[in-house]
């Protein structure tokens, strides 16, 4: 294997030129780096490769000698758990938050797919391989778990196409056939990691139990990506649409062949089930990391533009602020928590030790922040200069004397609610809003799953005693 480690900005791009099939808008994209929709993206992807060449973000490989990052380490130790906090807390940080899959996410779950491969039998040592090649390779990678939103009524028992399935199964390697709803990160990716949605499984059809995964140029595989979200048209130059619009696409798979050694698992419904848990804790923790610094770049903005506008001395604003400020907290505690609570893993590895209730908590109180900051920042989110505007000799002492701010001017102002705008509205927000929600799966099955495995024994015997008699006068 001829590897180069840690990836630079400029071989994310050229890797990025690879005749994928990559759609928007009906049109098929010749180059992403260049393309004005993808561009900016891009561009902040460069940078933050660029930016992980030091000791928090990389280490030493011990097989080939090269700085790789730390995502991909494999934490044996509580102290490497701590200093893959630090590489993911560094990737968030640039990112302000906003990257829900940053590669960081994804190379996360290659961690845990290294953890289970010794249950994974025949194809355990294809995980242990395909870990290794991401890491010497520093790949970006996405991952579609979830199913067309066809018909939720039915099974892919009754319609086949609701579900990604295996049409042709070679010594070689096996066919798929179908469609993946959808992949976050795809057109800016190296490789898709497929597996299946957790409803099919425990429906017995083993023609859909696959976890596979393949470069993105893989002949047959279409990207077809969502509208972006990014302002492209005029100068409002929106900072997060701009720079962090990750994209989502939907993968169509036509007859696409997965090579036996891309192969992880097959047919075995009830291993999937179990592995669908046993591979996300590492990467899980990169989220809560994430979504920390997100919480954080709220309450900063917030704090931030009342302050502009002469309300950081009300009290009701104050409080505002408050709440937002304890889910800061909280979500870093979480996080803590998490750690504490590690365990070794038989293969191992030192894991952080979550529960579905800190996807809960994120879900909740990110659209209580989003909600606090449109009250605070009220018409300001909206009405604010352009930077055209601004550049209007015309319009400039207008702008000047009517949207300024409290010792702020108002090309500032405008700008720092723009930044307001892209995490409560526009497009952009909407997106941010729903992934928040969405991301950890169907919440209401996720919340179901909580109480229904939650260990309620020991308060329940307690209860039960209580009531079977009388309390004594
Ligand atoms: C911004 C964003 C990014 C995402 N990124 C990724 C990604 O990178 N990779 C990936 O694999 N997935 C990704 N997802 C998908 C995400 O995991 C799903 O949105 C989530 O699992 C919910 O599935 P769904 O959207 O298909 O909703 P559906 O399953 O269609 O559900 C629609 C509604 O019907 C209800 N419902 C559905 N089925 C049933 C049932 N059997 N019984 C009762 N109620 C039911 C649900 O509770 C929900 O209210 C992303 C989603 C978003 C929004």
Known sequence: MTTQGALTGSRYRESLRDGREVWLDGKRI???????????????????????????????????????????????????????YANSQAWMRN??????????????????????????????????????????????????????????????????????RIVEERADGIVVRGAKQLATLAPYSHEVFCYLSASFARRGASEFVIWFALPMNTPGL??????????????????????????DAMLFFEDVFVPRERIFLLHDG??????????????????????????????????????????????????????????????????VATEAQHKVTPAGLVQPVGSTAIGYFSAMSSGRVADLLRKITASGLLMQPSEGDLESAELRPLLDRYMRGKDIGAAEKSRLFR???????????????????LHRGDPSRNLINLYLRYDRGEVDERIGKLISAPIPQ
């Open 30 to 84: 010749d180059d992403v780096t260049t393309h004005p929709a993808f561009k900016g993206t891009v561009d902040r992807f460069a940078e933050l490769y660029d930016m992980q060449h030091n000791d928090v973000m990389t280490f030493v490989s011990p097989e080939t000698g090269n700085r790789v990052s730390k995502s991909y380490l494999l934490p044996r130790t509580y102290e490497q758990l701590k200093e893959k």
């Open 95 to 164: 990112s302000w938050g906003q990257l829900g899959r940053s590669p960081d996410y994804m190379a996360n779950i290659t961690v845990g797919l290294y953890d289970f491969a010794p249950e994974l039998g025949e194809f355990g040592p294809n995980a242990v391989a395909y870990h290794r090649y991401c890491m010497e390779n520093d790949l970006a990678l996405t991952h579609a778990i979830g199913d067309p939103q066809i018909d939720r009524s039915k099974t892919p028992l009754d319609d086949p196409d609701l579900a990604l």
């Open 222 to 247: 279409k990207t077809v990506c969502r509208e972006p979200l990014g302002d492209h048209t005029h100068g409002h130059s929106h900072p997060f649409a701009r720079l962090y619009d990750e994209q």
């Open 270 to 335: 009830e291993l999937a089930m179990r592995g669908l848990g046993r591979i996300t804790p590492w990467a899980s923790y990169s989220s809560h990391v994430r979504f920390q610094e997100r919480m954080k770049t709220a309450l900063g903005v917030a704090a931030r533009c009342a302050d502009a506008i002469g309300v950081s001395g009300f009290r009701n604003i104050q409080e505002m602020l408050g709440e937002m400020t304890a889910i800061v907290e909280l979500s870093r505690l979480l996080t």
């Open 419 to 437: 930044m307001a705008w892209d995490l409560v509205g526009g497009g952009f927000g909407q997106r941010q809003e729903l992934y928040e929600y």
